[in-house]
């Protein structure tokens, strides 16, 4: 039931801005979408989140799409301490009315000097 | 502020043998998460707790127990551990709002299951 569709893994060169894609086509008009990311084994580390309004951080840049049914997370001048696996994520609801996140295999970004 | 904490960072079971991963947030959430990370796979939810009190299943509960101590804390317990239950546990905590979701994530403790 997975709600996103990532690209498997994506290059970028040291120094320059990494664009990491995200489809949610079936996301409902009050979600969230959110990007983590994780480094190597550690736990995953919250970046940026947005609604409908593009949205920017000291980390990074969220565009989301008029639609919303994708949006593009910009590292505006990708570091190798950049390299990890990045997760787009947008909650499902639960029989009981809580929510659940779901974590797919996300974008494995190679950032290369 | 040390955020979430999870404790031991390592451990190495026989098949059959239970343990308890503890987990301990100060940030004052009320929702806390335990999830397990296999190689090359994304996070999967084990359990969940909404609010000190009450916990839920997640996608992967069979073989886990959780009990949620007080506000802060979040355990989670094997019974009988078994070779497939070798992965690396996440122990989470989320700011409150009904439509957001920023999660805080601990280190991690790594299990190995013989």
């Known amino acids: 039931d997975a709600k996103t569709t990532q690209p498997p893994s994506m290059d970028c060169a040291e120094g320059r801005a990494a664009n990491l894609p995200c489809n949610h086509s079936?996301?409902?008009?009050?979600?969230?979408v959110y990007w983590y990311r994780q480094i190597h084994s550690q736990g995953p580390q919250y970046i940026i989140h947005g609604l409908k309004n593009n949205e920017t951080n000291e980390m990074a840049s969220l565009i989301i799409t008029e639609d919303r049914k994708s949006s593009t997370l910009i590292l505006p001048h990708a570091t190798l301490r950049d390299t990890a696996v990045y997760y787009c994520i947008v909650r499902v609801a639960l029989p009981t009315g809580g929510f659940k996140t779901i974590f797919g295999a996300g974008t494995r970004l190679f950032v290369k000097a | 502020n040390a955020g979430v904490t999870q404790t031991p960072k390592f451990q190495v079971l026989k098949t059959g043998q239970s343990m308890t991963l503890q987990c301990a947030q100060d940030?004052?959430?009320?929702?806390m998460y335990w999830y397990r990370q296999d190689p090359g796979m994304g996070l999967r939810l084990i359990y969940y707790s909404a609010s000190e009190g009450t916990t839920d299943k997640g996608e992967v509960p069979n073989g886990y127990n959780v009990s949620r101590l007080n506000k802060r804390e979040f355990s989670l317990r094997l019974e009988s551990a078994a070779p497939s239950q070798t992965s690396v546990y996440f122990c989470?905590?989320?700011?409150?709002?009904?439509?957001?979701?920023?999660?805080?994530f601990g280190p991690g403790t790594r299990l190995t299951v013989l």
């Open positions: 940030m004052n959430h009320n929702s």
């Open positions: 989470a905590s989320r700011e409150p709002g009904h439509f957001t979701d920023t999660q805080y």
């Open positions: 079936t996301i409902s008009g009050n979600e969230y």
